[in-house]
């Protein structure tokens, strides 16, 4: 062994380390490549080795092949067996190479569970340290949910260089491993207050995160952060903590005025350094709203001196022009002036600020200078972007700024001078979206696009995909479809029958095969009318000779439309040639109008009731799927619109039936189009210039409402503009789809015309579309963290169990349909909705009642402290009860309890706000029960009453007595009295209904071996405890006593007297009153936020003893009956964990489940339970 | 959050990568380099818009030191001006531990420059900005090292 020891050592002297490598290939200049497949080798030896040292130098030097570029995934489990190491330089190197090259795709990931958690409790602080940023790097779910537990653990570490770490890397356990983040987060709170300004600054940059994704969570820790913000000297933490200033402000705005002084403090004690207060001031605008003017002006004048402040002051500017735009837009000129600086950055920058400070009144001057700032721009990454700036200012808002459309389309012609942009297709849609939209500037739009197609050859010169040649789309479509205004028809139809033509793209060149024959027609049309059949002919005849030169295009869709065209054109040649009048029949093809169709129209579009859409129509066909989508693909290559229009004509005629039968159906629903919203959205989603929204819609049947709702829409939209901007949508039957570009969406549009009805209904959901793709990300960015999220999760069970009774048929189901998204539950009927609402209500009470409420004691948790008097002490009443809500208080079985949970407290405090009302209920209640129990028992009067304590008002339960439970969350326990394992609080409220005044009471018990009274030191058994008040009459207090417990499995009877001295007129007596308390085993019990997994796992866990009890005959709603037993719901922990689970099986009959660790404690809770349920 | 630390010379040759999330890390590494040389010393150390890191919510940030290019691929939590304090911090870290760090002991010692970074920023987040406190924590680190060391040799 040891002789393998030396040798090992001295084969590692010979092996190459690190640095040798690192020379050797910087030796190698000219075969790099072969030297270190060379090492790899050499590696793969070394990593076979036994020595741990060797093995360690091999992964080293893997860890820095991985940096150039290599695959060292194969080494994965070599690299796990150098982080088991015992040494720290071999565990570290192990660790390194783990956080470069693992991620979660990573099989062997889940061998180094126990590993890192061994690391972890390791004494050495470097090893746990070491672990701790390794995991940072790779941690995945599996492993989040496995250590989270002990990293928790060690943010309570005694070392500050540890519990930063593992402050820290909870962020990351958060995101893995979201329900992680309830338990954590009060300690996490509380490493906000931590001596070491490592740790808090770590606190701080985890809680900074947090907030970022979802701010409102963590509003109510601004008190403590403005505590921190005034105090910290650390400019690390205020930076983030004005960081987080700025998302929470937004959430509420008494905030921004509260730190308006201290920030400006801020600013004016960093006033030394220029850079500081920037770095102050740059989120503070958002926080501050209003105070930071003055910053701001700091901001503007700043950046002359230093480049990074420029940026900085633009990027501030830009943030403040969400809130004040006037103040920014007062600086116009020095943000022009920005255009001009060579820095890139600061020139993006200025762009993005010009777009919100354009007006109508600065619109044409500003582009004006970006016109010019393209013509001088180098780089065509910024001469796009400056063109889609250009694009984006003016179409934002729905052409909000534009007065002068001719001046627009002035614009858009004159940019399509630039040479070698992307971003040829969005000039296009802007073209065809403004003389679409925009019905007056139509023959304008004619004329400056018949000089474009004229001048084609200038712009095709570039045939890149998405080049400006793109514009010509726009331009043959416009020409052809508005061909009425063309000055000069015939001259450009020769344009577009060019053979240059030929050499465009694909899709270009049939959207001109398509325009021709639409500008044919109309020439057919003016000639025929005008009577010159020869001219007529001749036009005809130019087609034909010239549409050949399509028939033979490599472009499938080209090809067709040509044919398909050149033997309409040969047919009416044919006509003509026998004077037969043609053109009214070929312009028939081409009638009707198009309107915009909304981009999302077809989204909106509702899913008829009874439609399945996953479901399929017919069985599928198992071998032919593959088939099918085999000629998809090619066509998607070569260009993806054939392929849309392709299957519609394959059986057009079943189309068509099925459109008629739809329209039919939907007859009586009135319609409407609604415009389109700003195009600039549209276009970020779409990919190309076939989505254009413009359709020819197919209808055989005019449609009767044109589209008011478009109007009023428009009206309301574009107010201010002028009277050219309002399109009037105008629907025509067509019998053909038309141009090349409608085929694809005619498709959309049959279905958006016939939906649109109810879409029209609720606008609000108008409203909520658009911001759809963002609000589902936002809830997939916030679901790690959201509190709401969360709680679904957990209620899991209770859900099943309290919607059973309601609808016992498909219990299951619905419970797996809980879990998919809020989205599908707006599609459920509302009754559906109802319920799931009130379920979820219910599904939220039952953690919150125990901590809260104090709802169980209403439960066979009571302590049936049933005092009943004997002896002839006849004046004096002994109510033994709950006290009022928030003194419920807790017993313990001796687990040391968990924190806080923040919702708790946030309940908590709420709950404290209703407790006066409460009380009020209470009392009344109280005497309610008096008076009953009265009537019941006449012979003495002084029976103990129950109390009612309620929480349920429908159903008082009378809960005579208390007990409760632990010392656990100090929060709840007000008292704050019992912290200590294994004791139980009591407390009795005492109220004196007779005359006389109550003085020197003592309340004794006999103890048993089990639960014992805790006495004052010194006394012995059978003294008494005092109760440190009087009691003069009618009048009623609470005296708490605590009860040691040494075993929980059992419940206890304990008999006590209470001894008191009743005082009245008459003189004083002595008297007794016996009474006896009744520790029952639920009311040991302590209510345990848990989450579903850990429930789950522990459930699974096999540890728990399995009962179960039925009982029959309940007659009381589920609900409330639930109520009840929620108390025992999430009892759990590691030992003495009991959890209970309750589900109605039938209408009068209740079943309830339990796990306990301990069958006995199980089975006397159930016995309770059962006892409890019996009585309902 | 920190996405991406990356340290290459003028010639783009990486001298430390580090990602906190899976990437395409030599592209990423390539068009960096590429954005990021041809920007003058004199301009904004800021620079948005990379394809292939993040969208648009992250930027770079970088430092020009002789030789060497410190960037730093953030998201909009981070304040641009800490995290070229961040980057100074870093330097100065570097400088110490090297005793006048040049390119060369980047070169040579990676694993030494990853665990000093390990100091600075844990999984993408900042943890520890006072240059003293990692320098000892550093130090305390090499020393565990050597005592380990030293008996194998003795």
């Known amino acids: ?1176 | 959050m920190i996405q991406a630390i990356l340290v290459f010379n003028n010639h783009g040759k990486p001298r430390l990568v580090r990602f906190y999330q899976q990437e395409i890390q030599q592209q990423i590494v390539r068009e960096t380099f590429h954005l990021v040389l041809k920007r003058d010393d004199n301009i904004c150390n800021f620079l948005e818009g990379g394809s292939l890191i993040g969208g648009s919510d992250y930027k770079l940030i970088y430092r020009h030191y002789a030789t060497l290019y410190f960037v730093f691929c953030v998201d909009s939590s981070e304040s641009e001006l800490g995290i070229l304090d961040l980057i100074q911090v870093f330097v100065e870290t570097l400088d110490k531990c090297f005793e006048n760090v040049c390119e060369l002991d980047l070169i040579f010692h990676m694993d030494k420059v990853h665990y000093i970074l390990q100091e600075v920023v844990m999984g993408g987040m900042v943890l520890e900005t006072n240059m003293n406190e990692i320098v000892a924590q550093i130090e305390a680190q090499n020393r565990l090292e050597k005592s380990e060391v030293t008996p194998r040799w003795a």
């Open chain 1, 1 to 1176: 062994m040891a002789l393998k020891m030396v040798k090992g050592s001295i084969d590692r002297m010979f092996d190459k380390n690190l640095q040798d490598l690192v020379r050797g290939i910087r030796n190698h200049k000219e075969d790099e490549a072969k030297y270190i497949s060379q090492c790899i080798d050499e590696i793969k030896q070394e990593l076979k080795q036994d020595n741990i040292a060797v093995k360690a130098n091999a992964v080293c030097k893997l860890t820095y092949l991985q940096m150039l570029g290599y695959d060292i995934s194969w080494a994965a489990f070599n690299i796990i067996e150098v982080m088991s190491a015992s040494k720290f330089t071999f565990k570290r190197i192990g660790y390194l190479a783990a956080s470069q090259c693992f991620h979660e795709g990573t099989d062997v990931i889940m061998l180094t569970t126990n590993q890192i958690r061994k690391d972890l409790s390791s004494p050495s602080q470097y090893d746990t340290g070491v672990a701790l940023t390794g995991l940072s790097c790779f941690v995945t779910p599996d492993l989040a949910r496995d250590l989270a537990n002990d990293i928790m653990t060690l943010m309570s570490h005694t070392k500050p260089y540890i519990r930063k770490k593992a402050v820290l890397i909870m962020y990351k356990v958060f995101l893995k491993y979201p329900e992680s983040l309830r338990p954590a987060f009060p300690r996490l709170k509380e490493k906000l207050e931590d001596p070491d300004p490592g740790v808090q600054s770590a606190a701080v940059n985890v809680i900074c995160e947090l907030a970022r994704r979802n701010p409102k969570n963590y509003l109510s820790l601004a008190p403590l952060f403005f505590k921190l913000m005034t105090s910290s000297t650390n400019n690390w933490v205020l930076i983030k903590i004005i960081k987080l200033f700025g998302a929470l402000t937004p959430l509420e705005p008494r905030l921004g005025k509260k730190l308006i002084e201290p920030l400006t403090n801020l600013i004016h004690s960093h006033l030394g350094s220029l850079g500081a207060r920037m770095r102050l001031v740059l989120p503070a605008p958002r926080s501050s709203g209003s105070g930071c003017r003055p910053g701001l002006a700091l901001c503007v004048q700043a950046p002359k001196p230093v480049r990074a402040l420029k940026y900085l002051g633009l990027l501030a500017m830009s943030k403040i022009l969400r809130t004040h735009p006037k103040s920014v837009q007062a600086h116009k000129d020095l943000v022009l002036q920005c255009l001009d600086d060579k820095d890139e950055s600061i020139r993006l920058r200025a762009l993005d600020l010009l777009y919100g400070m354009v007006s109508k009144k600065n619109l044409v001057e500003i582009v004006k200078k970006l016109m010019s700032h393209v013509d001088k721009a180098e780089g065509t990454t910024y001469r796009d972007e400056l063109l889609t700036k250009i694009i984006d200012i003016c179409s934002q808002c729905n052409y909000q700024h534009i007065t002068n459309f001719q001046w627009y389309i002035s614009v858009l012609v004159e940019l399509t001078r630039l040479e070698g942009t992307r971003h040829g297709h969005l000039i296009a849609a802007q073209m065809l979206d403004v003389a679409i939209r925009v019905k007056a500037i139509r023959k304008f739009a004619v004329s400056q696009m018949s000089a474009l197609l004229d001048s084609a050859h200038l712009v095709a010169s570039s045939t890149q995909r998405n080049g400006i040649c793109e514009v010509l789309y726009a331009a043959a479509w416009i020409c052809g479809e508005f061909s009425e205004h063309l000055q000069e028809p015939h001259q450009t139809l020769e344009a577009m029958l060019r053979p240059k033509v030929t050499t465009l793209p694909g899709h270009i060149q049939a959207v001109y095969v398509q325009n021709v024959v639409k500008l044919y027609a109309s020439i057919l049309q003016q000639k025929e009318q005008a009577a010159e059949p020869e001219a007529a002919q001749d036009v005809t005849q130019l087609m034909v000779d010239r549409l050949p030169q399509f028939v033979q295009s490599a472009d499938l869709e080209v090809q067709e439309r040509a044919s398909c065209i050149l033997q309409l054109v040969k047919h009416i040649q044919k006509l003509q040639a026998k004077d037969v009048p043609v053109a009214e029949e070929v312009s028939a093809l081409f009638a009707g109008e198009l309107n915009p169709v909304a981009p999302k129209a077809q989204k909106k579009v509702p899913v008829p009731e009874g439609l399945d859409l996953d479901a399929w129509i017919n069985e599928p066909p198992s071998d032919s799927e593959s088939e099918d989508e085999k000629p998809k693909a090619i066509f998607h290559e070569e260009e993806p619109r054939p392929a849309k229009p392709r299957q519609p004509e394959a059986d057009e005629e079943e189309l068509a039936r099925r459109r008629e039968a739809r329209k039919q159906e939907q007859a009586n629903n009135p319609f409407y189009i609604k415009s389109s919203p700003s195009p600039q959205k549209r276009y970020q989603d779409m990919p190309g210039v076939e989505h254009i929204p413009v359709v020819q819609i197919d209808l055989s049947v005019p449609l009767k409402v044109p589209g008011k709702y478009l109007l009023e829409k428009d009206r309301k939209k574009k107010k201010k503009k002028d009277k050219e901007k309002k399109g009037k949508p105008r629907r025509h039957s067509s019998l053909h789809t038309e141009s090349d570009e409608d085929i694809a969406p005619a498709q959309q549009v049959d279905i958006v015309t016939e939906e649109m009805p109810e879409n029209a209904l609720p606008s609000d959901e108008d409203d909520k579309d658009p911001n759809d793709p963002y609000r589902a990300l936002d809830i997939d960015l916030d679901k790690p963290l959201a509190d709401s999220e969360k709680l679904p999760v957990q209620k899991h069970r209770n859900t099943d169990t309290s919607k059973s009774p309601e609808k016992e048929d498909v219990p299951i189901v619905e419970k797996k349909v809980k879990k998919p998204k809020k989205k599908e539950k707006k599609h459920r009927e509302k009754e559906r909705e109802k319920r799931e609402k009130g379920k979820e209500q219910k599904e939220v009470r039952p953690r919150l009642f125990p901590a809260t409420w104090g709802l169980p004691l209403r439960l066979p948790c009571h302590v049936c402290s049933s005092a009943w008097l004997t002896g002839p002490a006849s004046q004096a009443t002994c109510l033994l009860s709950r006290p009022s809500l928030c003194h419920s208080l807790q017993g313990t079985t001796g687990r040391k309890s968990l924190t806080v949970n923040p919702d708790l407290v946030g309940l908590f405090q709420k709950s404290s706000k209703h407790r006066k009302k409460k009380h009020k209920k209470e009392k009344e209640e109280r005497s309610k029960d008096k008076k009953k129990s009265k009537k019941k028992k006449p012979p003495s009067d002084e029976a103990a009453e129950p109390v009612e304590n309620g929480a349920l008002d429908e159903d008082p339960l009378p809960v005579r007595g208390t007990s409760l439970a632990s010392h656990g969350p100090e929060t709840y326990d007000i008292q704050g009295s019992l912290q200590k394992d294994s004791q139980v609080t009591v407390s009795v409220v005492l109220e004196n209904q007779s005359s006389s005044f109550l003085k020197s009471m003592e309340l004794n018990v006999l103890d048993s071996l089990n639960t014992k009274l805790a006495r004052p030191e010194g006394s012995s058994v059978h003294d008494g405890v005092p109760v440190p008040f009087q009691l003069p009459p009618g009048i009623s207090n609470e005296a708490q006593f605590v009860f040691t417990i040494q075993s929980i499995v059992m419940a206890q009877k304990l008999k006590g007297t209470l001894s008191f001295i009743a005082k009245n007129d008459e003189g004083s007596t002595h008297e007794k009153l016996d009474f006896k308390l009744h520790f029952s085993c639920t009311s040991y019990l302590v209510t345990t936020p848990c989450y579903s997994d850990a429930f789950a796992k522990l459930l699974e866990s096999g540890d728990l003893s399995m009962s179960s009890i039925k009982v029959d005959g309940i007659s009381m709603s589920f609900q409330n009956l639930l109520a009840k037993i929620c108390f025992h719901h999430h009892f759990s922990g590691k030992r003495w964990g009991v959890a209970l689970n309750a589900c109605a099986v039938g209408e009068k009959s209740v079943s309830v489940d339990g796990k306990c660790s301990d069958s006995t404690l199980l089975s006397n809770v159930l016995e309770e339970m059962r006892a409890t349920l019996a009585k309902c």
